[in-house]
C-alpha cells in the first residue's frame, strides 16, 4: 500500500482545531479553589505572544523602529506591528499593519502581518517605496534579553514589495541599539 502525506496546511489547520477545541473547554484546578472549596475555573489555556519596541542598530543617521503587539496562535493571531524607517530629515516614513499569524518556539517568534496603512518621503538617491498597502510581510525575533534580534522578509529584495505566506519570515539578522522584544512561548499540548 503506498504511504500517502499530509499536506502541511491539512496539519496546520488539525492542530489550529485542537488549539480552538482546548481553548473553549476550560479547566478547574483545586489549587484555584475559591475559599468555599470549589473549584473556581481558570484560563483554559496561556497563547504565545510578541511585544515591544526596539531601535535598529545602524549608522547614525539611519533610523529604524519596530513595534510588536501580537497575541494568538498561528492563523488566529491578532494585534499590530508598526514599523519606520528615516534616513537623515528628507527620506522615511512608516506603515502599520494587521497580525495574521505568530508562531513561537522557545525564544524565537515568527510572524506576519498585512499592511493597513502606509507612508513614506521620497528623496533622491534614496529608495521609492511605493504602494505597499495589502502586502503581507513576514518577521522573526529572537528574544535574547538585552541584545534581541529580528528579521523581516524583504532583506533580499531591498523594497518591501512581495507578500509572503503566513508564518513566514527571514533569520533575525539584525541587533537591536536599544529597546526590548519579548517572546513568549506557547504551544498546545498534545
Known amino acids: 500500500m503506498p504511504r500517502t502525506r499530509r499536506p502541511l496546511t491539512a496539519v496546520a489547520t488539525a492542530l489550529a482545531g485542537c488549539t480552538a477545541i482546548a481553548l473553549t473547554a476550560g479547566a ?39 513595534t510588536f ?44 502581518a498585512v499592511v493597513t496603512e502606509a507612508h513614506f518621503e521620497s528623496a533622491p538617491g534614496l529608495p521609492k517605496i511605493g504602494n505597499i498597502k495589502g502586502k503581507r510581510f513576514g518577521f522573526t525575533v529572537l528574544d535574547e534579553g538585552q541584545k534581541d534580534r529580528l528579521g523581516y522578509s524583504w532583506a533580499l529584495d531591498g523594497l518591501p514589495r512581495n507578500s509572503v505566506p503566513k508564518c513566514l519570515g527571514s533569520a533575525p539578522f539584525e541587533t537591536l ?13 498534545h
Do not use: Q
Open 28 to 66: 478547574t484546578s483545586p489549587a484555584a479553589a475559591d475559599g468555599s472549596g470549589r473549584a473556581a475555573v481558570t484560563r483554559a489555556a496561556d497563547e504565545p505572544s510578541l511585544t515591544g519596541t526596539g531601535k535598529l542598530l545602524r549608522k547614525p543617521g539611519d533610523d529604524v523602529h519596530f
Open 69 to 112: 503587539d501580537a497575541h494568538g496562535f498561528l492563523d488566529k493571531a491578532r494585534g499590530t506591528v508598526r514599523v519606520s524607517h528615516h534616513i537623515g530629515k528628507d527620506w522615511g516614513g512608516y506603515f502599520t499593519g494587521r497580525i495574521d499569524c505568530l508562531v513561537t518556539g522557545g525564544k524565537v517568534a515568527v510572524a506576519t
Open 177 to 189: 541599539e536599544k529597546g526590548d522584544y519579548k517572546v513568549h512561548h506557547w504551544m498546545p499540548r
